[in-house]
Each structure stands twice: as structure tokens, then as C-alpha cells.
């Protein structure tokens, strides 16, 4: 069974652009979540959707979005980057909701702000 | 206070020494349990998922849980260079919400 896919690997954008980030998860699975990880703050909880609704929030700004499409693949948005964006986002799908089943993550994608 | 802490180390062994590492957490509430295992360039790896207290054991792997001290640990025996990478713990409460610890980066040594 194919694991959790994110496309694209790795970003370089600009102040000031946006960007969205793809994920793919496990087949059946109907639960994406997405983290941000960076070296000085750990996996930071970004949003979590499940059948296309958005279940839980981070403490994240409104520029940080996301969505969830009927085949459960995921999409995160992040408008006017800032410097401080630059972060290794992880996607990760479960069957259920987070807890009842463990997460599986992703490799990431590699984003980096100038 | 982190709701998840965890020294992140780094802690060098040799090859085939017990590893050890701990994590504390805060609310009481916890319930499941996880350690993930990540590598250079990748996503975290789940290595073991657990919910009550004790001892589960996979392969070289150990989880151990003891809620009434809010304490989890990771126990790998005969440790392997491929071991060497950042060790997550994480654990859930009230409405699913999920906390991770900072990692501990695991060096073993050939």
C-alpha cells in the first residue's frame, strides 16, 4: 500500500507569494492533518479534516488554509509568506480521527522563504 | 510548559547498547500514546502506538507507559547504526488534539 504523498518536494519562494502544498494519503484513510516543523519549535499542529471538514485548528494565522476534496486528498495554502514560514510542512492521514488511530506522515515538503 | 517534554539530547551509544529515552507530559488527559522515528530529509515513522499502561513490545523495540507518573519511554536493545536518527514522542487528549515532543536525536556509534 502506497504511504502518504507530498508534492512537491521542496519550494523556494518570496515574500510575499503564495504557495500551496499537496498531500495524498493512504488509501482509505479519511483523516489529513498537517504540521509544520521547524528546529526550533518541534511539529507545530497546522489544521486537521476529515470527510472534507475541518475538525480541528492550530494556532496558526489565517494566512495558513486548507482543504480537503472528496477523495480526501489535501491542499494547504499559505498567502504573503513571511521569512519565519520557511519550515519543513508534513501532511499525515489516518483512518479515523487523530487519536483513535495512530497518524502516518509523509516526507514533507521543503519550504523556504527569501 | 510544553505539554510534551522531552531532552533532546543528543545521546551517542555504542553499537549494541540498551538506548533510553523519555518523555513527560503535562495533562492528565493523555490517552493514546506514539513514538515516531525520523530520519535526515523524512517524514516521522511511526515505531510504536500504545494506550494503556505497561509494556509493548515490538522486535528491539519497547514502549513503556506510566500514566499515574506521566512518564513514556522507548527502550531499543542491541542498537544498530541505522538507528541513528530523531526520536518523537506524541500523545492525544480531549478532542483528538495531538502533542509532540521536540525529538531526541540518537547517535549510535559503530
Known amino acids: 500500500k502506497a504511504g502518504v504523498t507530498q508534492t512537491p518536494r521542496y519550494l523556494i519562494k518570496t515574500r510575499g507569494q503564495q504557495v500551496t502544498l499537496s498531500c495524498s494519503p493512504i488509501?482509505?484513510?479519511?483523516?489529513v492533518s498537517w504540521y509544520q516543523q521547524t528546529p526550533g519549535q518541534g511539529l507545530q499542529f497546522l489544521f486537521e479534516?476529515?470527510?472534507?471538514?475541518?475538525?480541528n485548528k492550530g494556532n496558526f494565522p489565517g494566512r495558513f488554509s486548507g482543504r480537503q476534496f472528496s477523495n480526501s486528498r489535501s491542499e494547504m495554502n499559505v498567502s504573503t509568506l513571511e521569512l519565519g514560514d520557511s519550515a519543513l510542512y508534513l501532511c499525515?492521514?489516518?483512518?479515523?480521527?487523530?487519536?483513535?488511530?495512530?497518524?502516518?506522515f509523509g516526507n514533507g515538503t521543503r519550504l523556504t522563504v527569501t | 510548559q510544553k505539554e510534551v517534554e522531552q531532552d533532546p539530547g543528543p545521546l551517542s551509544v555504542p553499537e549494541g547498547a540498551i538506548v533510553s529515552l523519555n518523555c513527560t507530559y503535562s495533562n492528565s488527559a493523555f490517552q493514546y500514546f506514539m513514538w515516531y522515528r525520523q530520519y535526515s530529509r523524512k517524514g516521522p515513522e511511526l515505531l510504536m502506538y500504545t494506550y494503556s499502561s505497561g509494556n509493548k513490545e515490538d522486535g528491539r523495540f519497547t514502549a513503556q507507559v506510566d500514566k499515574s507518573s506521566k512518564y513514556i519511554s522507548l527502550f531499543i536493545r542491541d542498537s544498530q547504526p541505522s538507528d541513528s536518527a530523531t526520536y518523537l514522542c506524541a500523545g492525544t487528549y480531549g478532542n483528538n488534539r495531538l502533542a509532540f515532543g521536540k525529538g531526541n536525536q540518537v547517535v549510535v556509534i559503530p
Open positions: 499525515a492521514s489516518s483512518l479515523g480521527v487523530t487519536g483513535g488511530s495512530p497518524l502516518h
Open positions: 488509501s482509505g484513510h479519511r483523516s
Open positions: 479534516y476529515f470527510s472534507e471538514t475541518q475538525r
